[in-house]
């Protein structure tokens, strides 16, 4: 429908004029609500503490003083992560003060996430858990919960954030950073506060009442009206003498006796203006900036000329206008109001809003790969603190169980309270980092920095969690644990020497005595994945616990450099059968029927000389070289499933096979590089504009895009098809992807930008640092499509596995030969659940509610479930994947081995409210019920108290 073109639109540079007669709001005023607010990037220019010293904690100590002093003042706040610091400093008069400003309506916490997140780059667990962090602080120390979403400044906006927070039982929200093209058509068509649907949502149970804002930025010269040469006169922070000044050199006029009518009516007349793109004659003006507020004069200015304005517009009738200060509460309020009394109806839109563009043709598509090190890291970070969390709640629960059974001395010294914080450390450092500067790599140098080391201290301490849990449950005598912070039982097979470098394997020393693994799974399915870590032996065999039997294992070479292998170190790779959360147990023996010397000679000509044979046994697989010119021939893998074609001089794939079909499918990867445009404007950490022109056929009909607005943000996996088959990328970290050619799927893995893209950084990327992008190649069949394949697609259920598989890593543990626990009796293996929950139901989480009387943990647990939506279309889903057999169940009180459920509460996404008083569906008839179902995409919380 769009042109995506950019004609000048006079003083609204990226719309148009906009005309009224003036008797529009004779029968119903115009109500208009200014919406004093500051956004405060938790870290940007500066890192988070910095923030905070230096402008945070005055803005929130000067809210304090001036919201007391008039009733009629409001103001929201959003960003929990300073709001907590704050209160922690804070004295308990001053609390008294919060709580009666929240009471009064006078402020309002808005989404109360912990941070105001990025949308594109982050995972929905990381979304989520963020979002949970804030609100539970919030209803903690506040007992707020918050009903209105704000969200002005992360860069595109995706619908999985809506259905999260109406999940949360929020009741609207609020988004800016739009492309400025689709801006202005839903301006045209008065279509710019919409119901927000989910694609996959045939009805109307996820609809979202949201407002967009209609211009170019969320600063006050953008917000009063479609002039900001106009709207800049009405911030009084930039009266004459002050440190800021208006671009436009028209400067504020402090409102006296003398211009108050003509004021009144310039501002009036913007209003009147703005409220012609929306449908309603209720409108809503925000009034702040990026750390505004900071300084008392600001706050005197502001509210004593606004309230000046207000009076006058509110006591001249024939205006018919009502204007005052509000909260994003207070507009959305009246804006339901109106609608039902005029039976005016909003619209209703799916999609979602990426990618964004600012001006001309600035697409913000670069950071969707920026520093794709701390991306990685990210999901370094999310994947540990999940299976720290389900595997800390699971320790405690079995505690509950044995104290209730009356067995005393059960829990040994297990340092539950210290664990905890740990967690709400962690928790709190992923969500930080899912900021909108954070995440995205658009931050400055220093402060990524800081970023970084709170993520890599995170994931020690999660470590530490992770192994004294485990410690506890696979221990036969649970009185015998001790805790041993310096020399621990179990000690992770990886480890990472600082923030900015990749982790490292640890060499187990196996010697002539034996070593003992732990292999966890996090996941709530059954799985089978290859195990590889490093010994100092190349005379290692594997043998079960749980049956005694050996476990088929292949040793690799462990490279020192690209062509010196390793005399110290080899891979000892095995397949582990691993049951749904469960911990199990491998014997390391040395191999006591070959000489040692003798297996290092054989295994130094085989790493050294294997290129040279015609046929190597890889163990599941097949390598050999074809006939025929060997410097030509390709190397051919091939199993029972798939054979595949990789190029003799680069090693790159060239072509696949799947068996059962004998199609020979092209599937080629290539690797290139992207220069800067040569023109004034240049690519930087937030844009993405690459010299040279392409022709495109992308997404259906954006082809008259330039090739940088096709690029989308790629959170888990991204996949070409046609009515044959489906090529699927999977990865282990966000990036950018696009599809720039039929069949081509094209991922930006790293930028180095010598410039700055001018939008506030003041920087290039140059920071780069080695990373591990990690990736999954699926090659699918599909059932042949005889009709219009439908608007919604979903990846497949092996699609789903795959990508759990990189998110959600088997962890190995080995024990520590030097702890003093280290020749206790062990289980051979500790299965949490009976059986594997639905292929299509993933447990989110387990994540132990903080204890509402103190700081440790309580005895009641979030268990977040989500449904996955599947394709059923696809053929080569393997036999325990059957689609349509699962229907979304699960009963909780036959989910676990020897825990039971009890005090079972079905409540809102973050906990906040009970399911039905939020409006959101409860699904089950009977809340007391254990037995839960969810429909296909559903992400649901469940509170328990597992013992």
């Known amino acids: 429908m769009l042109r995506f073109d950019n004609p000048d639109g006079g003083v609204w540079k990226q719309g148009f004029d906009i005309s009224y007669h003036g008797n529009e709001w004779d029968k119903e005023p115009l109500e208009v609500f200014v919406v004093p607010h500051s956004h405060n990037d938790p870290g940007w220019l500066k890192t988070f503490d910095d923030y905070y010293r230096d402008q945070t904690q005055h803005i929130l100590n000067n809210m304090l003083l001036h919201l007391a002093q008039d009733t009629r003042r409001k103001m929201i706040w959003s960003e929990i992560s300073y709001f907590s610091k704050w209160w922690n400093d804070i004295d308990s008069q001053k609390r008294d003060t919060v709580r009666r400003l929240l009471r009064n309506g006078q402020l309002e916490m ?59 039982g929020l009741a609207s929200m609020l988004i800016q950073r739009v492309h400025y ?186 950071y969707y790969t920026s520093r794709p090190f701390y991306k990685r890291l990210d999901r370094l970070l999310e994947s540990h603190l999940r299976a720290a969390e389900i595997l800390y709640s699971l320790t405690l629960a079995e505690m509950r169980r044995a104290e209730a059974g009356g067995v005393s001395g059960y829990r040994g010294d297990f340092p539950a309270g210290e664990a905890y914080q740990l967690l709400i450390v962690a928790r709190r450092n992923l969500g930080l980092f899912q900021h909108h500067d954070a995440v995205t790599g658009t931050s400055k140098d220093w402060v990524v920095m800081d970023y970084g080391k709170r993520l890599y201290h995170s994931i020690l301490a999660l470590k530490e969690v992770l192994v004294n849990s485990a410690h506890w449950l696979i221990l036969k005598d649970k009185a015998a644990y001790r805790h041993e912070p310096s020399s621990a039982f179990l000690q992770m097979d990886e480890v990472q020497p600082s923030q900015d470098t990749l982790p490292k394997k640890t060499i187990l020393t196996v010697g002539r005595a034996s070593r003992m693994l732990v292999v966890y799974n996090p996941v709530s399915q059954k799985r089978s994945a290859v195990v590889s870590i490093y010994v100092d032996s190349p005379a290692v065999r594997v043998v079960s616990m749980e049956t005694g039997q050996p476990i088929p294992a292949q040793l690799s070479a462990v490279w020192a450099e690209p062509t010196r292998m390793s005399l110290k170190a080899y891979k000892l790779s095995f397949i582990a059968e691993v049951p749904p959360l469960a911990l199990v147990l491998y014997h390391l023996l040395h191999a006591p029927d070959k000489d040692d010397s003798t297996q290092r000679a054989n295994y130094t000509f085989l790493a050294r000389d294997w290129q040279e044979s015609q046929s190597i046994d890889t163990g599941p697989f097949k390598a050999s070289r074809l006939q025929g010119d060997e410097a030509n021939a390709p190397l051919v893998l091939a199993n029972a ?248 169940e699960l009963d909780l009180d036959n989910m676990f081995t020897s825990l039971s459920v009890h005090n079972l509460q079905r409540v809102t996404l973050t906990l906040m409210h009970p399911e039905n008083e939020s409006g959101n569906d409860a699904g089950d008839s009977d809340s007391r019920s254990h037995h839960v179902k969810l429909e296909p995409m559903e992400v649901r919380t469940i509170q328990v108290q597992i013992g």
Request: charged residues 20%.
């Open 110 to 168: 808005a989404t109360g996430g912990w941070v105001m997140p990025d949308e594109a780059n982050t995972h929905y667990f990381a979304l989520i858990d963020q979002l949970m962090e804030g609100h539970q602080w919030l209803e903690a120390n506040l007992g707020v919960k918050p009903t209105s979403g704000w969200a002005v400044d992360p860069f595109g906006h995706s619908p999985s954030m809506a259905y999260f927070l109406k999940r949360a």
């Open 181 to 366: 093209a689709v801006k202005k058509q839903f301006a045209t068509k008065k279509t710019l506060e919409f119901y927000w649907r989910q694609n996959w949502d045939p009805a109307s149970s996820s609809d979202m009442m949201c407002h967009m804002m209609p211009f170019y930025s969320y600063d006050i010269p953008h917000t009063c009206g479609p002039d900001p040469s106009i709207c800049c006169q009405f911030d009084f922070h930039r009266l004459p003498g002050g440190r800021i000044s208006c671009p436009w050199r028209i400067p504020p006029q402090p409102i006296t006796d003398h211009n108050i009518r003509e004021r009144s009516l310039l501002l009036l007349d913007q209003y009147r203006k703005k409220s012609r793109l929306f449908r309603t004659g209720v409108l809503l003006v925000p009034l702040g900036d990026d750390f505004r507020w900071a300084e008392s004069s600001e706050w005197q200015n502001q509210f004593n000329n606004y309230q000046r304005l207000f009076t006058y517009l509110n006591t001249h009738s024939e205006l018919h206008v009502k204007a005052q200060f509000g909260t994003i509460s207070d507009y959305f309020r009246a804006l339901r109001n109106r609608t039902a009394r005029t039976g005016i109806n909003l619209p209703v839109l799916s999609g979602d809003f990426f990618t964004y563009a600012d001006r001309d043709d600035h697409y913000w598509s670069g």
């Open 641 to 888: 499933h798939i054979q595949t074609w990789t190029s003799p001089s680069s090693g790159l794939l060239e072509k696949m096979k799947l068996a059962g079909d004998g199609l020979e499918r092209h599937v080629q990867v290539r690797f290139f590089w992207y220069g800067t445009s040569p023109n004034h404007d240049k690519s930087g950490a937030y844009l993405f504009l690459p010299d040279g022109e392409a022709k495109i056929q992308p997404r259906r009909t954006l082809a008259k895009l330039p090739l940088q607005a096709n690029f989308y943000p790629m959170t888990t996996m991204a996949y070409v098809q046609d009515s044959n088959s489906r090529l699927t990328l999977l990865t282990g970290q966000s990036l950018g992807v696009a599809s720039l050619k039929s069949g081509n799927l094209e991922v930006v893995l790293d930028r180095r930008l010598q410039q700055d893209d001018n939008r506030g950084l003041g920087q290039g990327v140059t920071d780069n640092k080695l990373t591990a992008s990690c990736f999954r190649l699926l090659l699918e069949r599909r059932r042949r499509q005889e009709k219009e394949v439908a608007l919604v697609s979903y990846p497949s259920l092996i699609s789903h596995a795959s990508s759990l598989h990189l998110l959600q890593p088997l962890l190995s543990m080995a024990v520590n030969p030097a702890s003093s626990a280290a020749s206790l009796p062990l289980l051979p293996s500790y299965q949490p659940i009976r059986k594997a929950l639905p292929c299509d139901l993933h447990l989110l989480n387990l994540r132990t509610i903080q204890n509402k009387e103190g700081a440790g943990p309580s005895d009641q647990s979030a268990l977040i479930l989500h449904r996955k939506g599947f394709d059923c279309d696809v053929l080569n889903t393997p036999a325990h994947l059957h689609c349509g057999t699962t229907h979304g």
